[in-house]
C-alpha cells in the first residue's frame, strides 16, 4: 500500500501550510502545558510535604500532651485532607514503595522520627495510601493515615482558558499563512484568466518585495505576449494584404486563357489559395483575441436564422429543441462556431442536424450531428489543431484548409465555453459545445 494515500496530504498549499502551522502549534501548546503541570506537580509536592513535616510534628506532639480522654475529640480538628489520625494500632502491610508515598513517610520521619520511634507501611488499593505507626510518651497506639496528593486540583477554568488559546494560536496561523498564499492563488486566477484575448486583470504590484516582484514580472510577461501576438496579427494581415493582388491578377489572366479545362483547374486552385489565406487571417485574429461585446441575444432566433440561410443555399440542415431563454455572449462568435461546425458536417456527410437543449445548472448545450464516418478515438483531439486533416480528407473536394475546427475551438475559449467531439453509437460524429448561462 502506498504510504503517501495514508497520509491523505493536501492538494493546495494553503490547506498544508495551515496544516503543518497547525499541528505545531498544538504539539507545542501540549508539551508546553506538559512541562508546565509537571513543574506545577513537583513544586505543590514538595510544598505539601514541607507542610506535613511542620503540621503533623505538631499534632503529635499536640496529641502527645493531652490526657488520654480528650484526645478522641482533638482527632477531627486535626484531620486534613490528605491525612487523619487514628487512635490506635491501624492496619499492617509491606513497606510504601510508590514514589509519593515514600516521600511522605520520609517527610514524617524527619520531622518526628527522631523523638517518636515510628513505622510505615503501605495499604493495599488503587490509590496510594499508607499508615505511619508510633506510640505517644504514655505507651498509647497513635496511627498517622495518610493519602499523599500528587498536587493541587486543576481549576475549571483552565482547559476553557487553553482551549480558547489553541483557538487565538489558531486563527493567527490561519490568517498568516491565507496573507502569504494570496499573492500565488491571485497569480493563479491571473493565468488562468490569460486567455486568447491577453485582456487578463493586471496584478497589484504592492505587499512584501518577493511579491511585488513575482507581480511586476508577470504583468510585464502579459504585456510582451500581447506584443508578438500584435506583431504576427500585423504581419498575417500584411501578407494576406499583399497576396490579394496577385491573386486577382493570376485570376484575370486565367480568364483570357484560351485552355478552358486548365483555366478552370487553375481557377479552383486560386479560389482555394484565397481561401487559406482568409482562414489564416481569421484564426489569427481569434488567437489575438475577441474584440465583439457580449450582448444580450435571442439563441433560438439566432439558431433558426442560420439554418434558414442554410436551407436557402439549398443544404440539408435541420433544427431540434430550444433554448427558451435569452444569453449573454458574443453572438457573431456563436454563429461563427456553428456555422463551421455545420460547415464540416456537411463536406463529410451532406447533411447536419443542431440539437440545441434548456439549460441544465446554468449550463446550455448545443451539439451539432452527422451521419458520417466518425473520427478515430485518437484523433478526436488533434482535428483541433490548426492545419491538421485526417488522411481519408486530404483532397480536393472535403479537404478544406484545416482551419474551420481549429477557428471554432479559439472562439470558444474566448467566450468560457467547451467544444469535444465525440463518436455516436449509432454511427456519425457529434460536436458539443456547453457554455454557461450569463444572466
Request: charged share 25%.
Amino acid at each position: 500500500m502506498n504510504p503517501h494515500a495514508l497520509l491523505r496530504w493536501p492538494r493546495t498549499l494553503f490547506a498544508r501550510l495551515a496544516l503543518i502551522l497547525f499541528v505545531g502549534l498544538a504539539l507545542a501548546q501540549t508539551l508546553s502545558f506538559w512541562l508546565t503541570m509537571t513543574e506545577r506537580d513537583q513544586t505543590m509536592t514538595n510544598v505539601m510535604m514541607g507542610y506535613i513535616e511542620r503540621e503533623v510534628a505538631s499534632s503529635v506532639a499536640l496529641l502527645d500532651r493531652l490526657p488520654p480522654d480528650e484526645r478522641a475529640e482533638w482527632l477531627p480538628r486535626l484531620a486534613r485532607r490528605s491525612y487523619s489520625f487514628i487512635l490506635g494500632p491501624g492496619e499492617g502491610g509491606a513497606l510504601p514503595d510508590a514514589r509519593l508515598s515514600e516521600r511522605a513517610a520520609e517527610s514524617i520521619a524527619e520531622g518526628i522520627g527522631k523523638r517518636y520511634p515510628l513505622t510505615m507501611n503501605a495499604i493495599p488499593g488503587d490509590s496510594e495510601h499508607l499508615q505511619v505507626h508510633l506510640r505517644l510518651s504514655d505507651g498509647s497506639p497513635l496511627t498517622i493515615d495518610m493519602r499523599p496528593m500528587s498536587g493541587a486540583p486543576l481549576s475549571r477554568w483552565l482547559p476553557l482558558v487553553l482551549a480558547l488559546q489553541l483557538a487565538v494560536l489558531a486563527a493567527c496561523c490561519w490568517l498568516a499563512v491565507r496573507l502569504a498564499t494570496r499573492p500565488l492563488e491571485q497569480l493563479a486566477q491571473a493565468a488562468d484568466t490569460l486567455g486568447p484575448d491577453l485582456k487578463a486583470e493586471r496584478l497589484p504590484e504592492d505587499g512584501p518585495d518577493e511579491v511585488a516582484r513575482a507581480a511586476r514580472a508577470f504583468n510585464a510577461m502579459q504585456d510582451r505576449v500581447a506584443t508578438y501576438m500584435t506583431e504576427r496579427m500585423q504581419i498575417l494581415a500584411a501578407i494576406s494584404h499583399d497576396l490579394q493582388t496577385p491573386i486577382t491578377r493570376m485570376r484575370l489572366r486565367v480568364d483570357v486563357m484560351d485552355d478552358s479545362a486548365q483555366g478552370a483547374k487553375l481557377q479552383q486552385d486560386l479560389q482555394e489559395m484565397e481561401s487559406l489565406v482568409k482562414e489564416g487571417v481569421t484564426y489569427a485574429r481569434t488567437m489575438h483575441g475577441a474584440t465583439e461585446v457580449l450582448h444580450r441575444v435571442d439563441p433560438d432566433a439566432l439558431f433558426d436564422s442560420l439554418v434558414c440561410d442554410y436551407i436557402d443555399a439549398g443544404k440539408t440542415v435541420s433544427l431540434h429543441g430550444c433554448i427558451g431563454a435569452e444569453l449573454v455572449t458574443r453572438p457573431q462568435a456563436l454563429r461563427r462556431i456553428v456555422g463551421n461546425l455545420v460547415d464540416n458536417a456537411l463536406k463529410f456527410t451532406g447533411e447536419a442536424e443542431i440539437r440545441v437543449n434548456e439549460p441544465r445548472d446554468g449550463t446550455v448545450t448545443i451539439s451539432v450531428l452527422d451521419r458520417g464516418p466518425g473520427i478515430p478515438p485518437e484523433s478526436l483531439e488533434a482535428v483541433f489543431e490548426p492545419f491538421v486533416r485526417l488522411e481519408g480528407s486530404r483532397n480536393r473536394h472535403t479537404g478544406g484548409t484545416g482551419l474551420g475546427l481549429a477557428i471554432a475551438r479559439q472562439l470558444t475559449l474566448t467566450m468560457n465555453a467547451t467544444l469535444t467531439l465525440h463518436n455516436r453509437p449509432q454511427g456519425g460524429l457529434e460536436a458539443r459545445l456547453m457554455m454557461r448561462r450569463l444572466d
